[in-house]
């Protein structure tokens, strides 16, 4: 199976600031990256679909890139509203496998 | 508007089965997949599996012995079944949507349903 390493687990952040999650693939996945936004008690909400693309609704203060392996999450100027728990998914190639989450809280 | 609701019991005794169900209204089922992943307590997300438009299912490989999924198209419902339940499989279970086209993978999530495995 496919390993998606994603980093950091966790991360202390405020509000203003510019905050990177990464998620490292075991091999070539492509595209086909997807990243999820947790609140506690909800269900995961998509973001960002096939690595860089914007989900419906979703701010554009968040982007996502593609480095080789590596696949970034951004979110520009963080608000309240972010601080949640992260996911990354590869799903080139079966089974899809998630990253081990990040997440965010306030200083 | 693309709903899904998972329901099932919220406790299950070990050995025994755990039989879910995913409602979903806003499409159909003979157009897209839908997919079953889990959240342990405090943990990460795993696939589970999923059932294909065309009523083929994949599995978890740790998983495959133990479960199954299958549909009524004509209730638009997907059913989960996992045997032999030990307390690893306590987690909230989700139903997801994914289309082979836009809007693609995994883009609408039920709430998830709550499963305890103990005596």
């Known amino acids: 199976d496919i390993q998606m390493t994603q980093s950091p687990s966790s991360m202390s952040v405020s509000l203003g600031d510019t905050v990177t999650i990464t998620c490292r693939a075991s091999?070539?996945?492509?595209?086909?990256v997807n990243w999820f936004q947790q609140k506690p008690g909800k269900s995961p909400r998509r973001m960002i679909y096939?690595?860089?693309n914007l989900a419906d609704g979703v701010p554009s203060r968040f982007s996502g890139s593609r480095s080789g392996s590596d696949y970034s999450l951004t979110i520009s100027s963080l608000e309240s509203e972010d601080v949640a728990d992260y996911h990354c998914l590869q799903y080139d190639e079966y089974p899809p496998t998630f990253g081990g989450g990040t997440k965010l809280e306030l200083k | 508007q693309v709903q899904l609701k998972e329901s099932g019991p919220g406790l299950v005794q070990p050995s025994q089965t755990l039989s879910l169900t995913c409602t979903v209204s806003?499409?159909?089922?003979?157009?897209?997949?839908v997919h079953w992943v889990r959240q342990p307590p405090g943990k990460g997300l795993e696939w589970v599996g999923a059932i294909w438009s065309g009523g083929s299912t994949d599995y978890n490989s740790a998983l495959k012995s133990r479960l199954s999924i299958s549909r009524d198209t004509s209730k638009s419902q997907v059913f989960l079944k996992m045997n032999s339940l030990q307390t690893e499989d306590t987690a909230i279970y989700f139903c997801?949507?994914?289309?082979?086209?836009?809007?693609?993978?995994?883009?609408?999530w039920g709430q998830g349903a709550s499963v305890t495995v103990s005596s």
């Open positions: 806003g499409f159909s089922l003979t157009s897209n997949s």
């Open positions: 096939r690595a860089t």
């Open positions: 997801t949507r994914s289309t082979g086209g836009p809007p693609g993978v995994m883009d609408a």
């Open positions: 091999q070539d996945v492509g595209i086909y």
